[in-house]
């Protein structure tokens, strides 16, 4: 019997899983729950960001790293990278 989510922590760890499994979608739908719960949850927002680059949804994933890079700028060599990567590939 698996548990429902109810934390903002508890859907990134259901995204994190459905990504694994190639269940993009529902991994999506995991992040932006954890989001909503939690808006400055920096860590859903730059796997997120990483999951829609993955899909080729540069505009996306760039929005989505650019909030990370708000919310942690000490993650900035990391979040400038898949910035960079998406600009490269549009």
Do not use: N
């Given at each position: 019997?698996?548990?429902?989510?109810?934390?903002?922590?508890d859907f990134y760890?259901?995204?994190?899983?459905?990504?694994?499994?190639g269940r993009y979608?529902?991994?999506?739908?995991?992040?932006?729950?954890?989001?909503?719960?939690?808006?400055?949850?920096?860590?859903?927002?730059?796997?997120?960001?990483?999951?829609?680059?993955?899909?080729?949804?540069?505009?996306?994933?760039?929005?989505?790293?650019?909030?990370?890079?708000?919310?942690?700028?000490?993650?900035?060599?990391?979040?400038?990278?898949?910035?960079?990567?998406?600009?490269?590939?549009?």
């Amino acid at each position: 019997m698996s548990e429902t989510p109810t934390t903002h922590y508890d859907f990134y760890r259901v995204a994190k899983s459905r990504e694994k499994q190639g269940r993009y979608d529902e991994a999506l739908s995991a992040y932006e729950k954890a989001i909503e719960l939690s808006s400055d949850y920096a860590h859903a927002w730059y796997y997120k960001g990483l999951l829609h680059k993955k899909l080729e949804q540069y505009d996306v994933a760039i929005t989505c790293a650019e909030r990370a890079l708000e919310l942690e700028p000490s993650w900035e060599r990391h979040i400038s990278k898949l910035i960079e990567d998406c600009k490269s590939c549009q």
